[in-house]
């Protein structure tokens, strides 16, 4: 069963973190949604924290996206949502760009490194 809402309302990142990197329920792409969202809305309500749950929620995504032991469907989503961090109006795009290029030009090499051991579909893996 997935997180509810309401379990987002409570602040429970936490729960939906370990749902989106663990794959406990890789039929519903909604929880990475979900757990995105709580992410953007906590780092609303704290800007002080805002590059650190970015960049947190980024690692959760390129983390699954790289790992073997799950669905293939699921690890391709986490890294197009990982990819979205990368779009030039993401606000953790901006921050980096202009303040740490270097931090920028590492994570997207690891959306690179990620999308190119993620096999197509049919594909063996190759780690």
């Known amino acids: 069963m997935s997180p509810s809402i309401e379990s987002r309302r409570n602040g429970d990142g936490e729960l939906l973190r370990m749902y ?6 890789t039929r519903d792409a909604s929880v990475v949604c979900r757990y995105l969202q709580w ?5 609303a309500a704290n800007p ?9 929620m980024l690692q959760t ?14 690890r391709s989503t986490c890294l197009e949502h990982a990819r979205c961090f990368l ?8 921050l980096l760009g202009v303040h740490d290029p270097l931090a920028l030009r590492a994570i997207e090499a690891a ?7 993620l096999p197509r579909p049919g594909q063996p893996d190759r780690g």
């Open 20 to 25: 989106v990197r663990c794959g406990l329920d």
């Open 39 to 43: 992410g953007h809305e906590a780092s």
């Open 48 to 56: 002080a924290t805002q590059v650190s749950m970015q960049l947190r």
């Open 61 to 74: 995504l390129l983390q699954t996206a790289h790992d073997t032991a799950l669905p293939w469907h699921w």
């Open 87 to 94: 779009h030039p109006r993401h606000p953790l795009r901006e």
């Open 111 to 117: 959306v690179q490194t990620c999308r190119d051991r």
